[in-house]
């Protein structure tokens, strides 16, 4: 008798289980006849979505797009459906990696751009970290270009509780707005006004590829960094082999508290 009323047990919770599986409410397709991708959502708060991403189609639900390809935002109800799209860029290469909402009911977007025409200015070379301030209609209200003469890029953007905003990617010169870089590419971090004005920026890293990916403000005023790293030296220690995660704590300016790498003797 236990043993068959566990059986019983066991079938019901089985089939409960499979029952309650998550389902798709709904998909949506936005795209043309070449490359479409989206790399950041938000809700926001009207239950609607806020998505970016990169364009490079020239028709469809992308097109005509500036160059060959231009950050992109669309806003979504909350069913999905398109409410309007934006496409933000020059002549050349932009991509958009991160959106957040803003306090003010609009919306900032990180990434990198190699233009310097069109909706960009103030380009310091090859690729510039590009962050773009928009409203709630997705019109631009400011534009910045942050970097120097070689590879500079933004993954993640944040706004500060002073209305600024950090700024988390990577940076592989020791020129222009960059003023120390350790070899190849650095974690690099920047604090910006709620204008789009440097305050502070930091590489941090080694001698090999240091990549930051995400940046989160942290209960004391400071900030959390995410990424990889492949450097056995500089500001990053104990390092177990390829690739490590790092993460490095720091404090309201930018100081490193602390660092850790994690991981194992392959890529991580």
Request: net charge negative.
């Amino acid at each position: 008798m236990i043993k068959t009323s566990l059986s019983h047990l066991l079938t019901l919770l089985l089939a409960t289980t499979i029952t309650a599986q998550p389902s798709i409410e709904w998909q949506q397709t936005f795209g043309g006849s070449n490359y479409d991708e989206a790399r950041s959502i938000q809700q926001t708060r009207d239950g609607g979505y806020i998505v970016t991403g990169t364009a490079g189609s020239q028709d469809g639900d992308a097109g005509p797009n500036n160059g060959y390809e231009d950050f992109w935002v669309l806003k979504l109800d909350s069913l999905g459906a398109l409410q309007w799209k934006k496409l933000y860029g020059g002549s050349d290469l932009e991509e958009a990696f991160s959106i957040q909402l803003t306090t003010d009911g609009g919306y900032v977007v990180a990434g990198f751009a190699k233009s310097n025409d069109g909706d960009v200015s103030g380009h310091h070379g090859d690729f510039d970290a590009w962050v773009v301030k928009l409203d709630s209609a997705g019109e631009m209200q400011w534009q910045k270009c942050l970097g120097g003469t070689g590879w500079e890029d933004a993954w993640d953007i944040q706004q500060t509780t002073d209305g600024g905003y950090v700024v988390a990617g990577r940076s592989g010169t020791p020129n222009g707005d960059v003023t120390v870089n350790h070899g190849s590419l650095d974690f690099w971090v920047v604090k910006l006004s709620n204008t789009g004005q440097i305050e502070w920026q930091r590489s941090l890293g080694g001698s090999f590829l240091d990549l930051a990916y995400s940046i989160s403000q942290t209960s004391d005023g400071g900030y959390i960094v995410a990424g990889e790293s492949n450097s056995p030296d500089g500001d990053v220690s104990n390092v177990h082999g390829n690739s490590d995660y790092w993460v490095v704590k720091l404090n309201f300016e930018g100081k490193i508290e602390w660092q850790k790498s994690l991981g194992g003797v392959s890529t991580d």
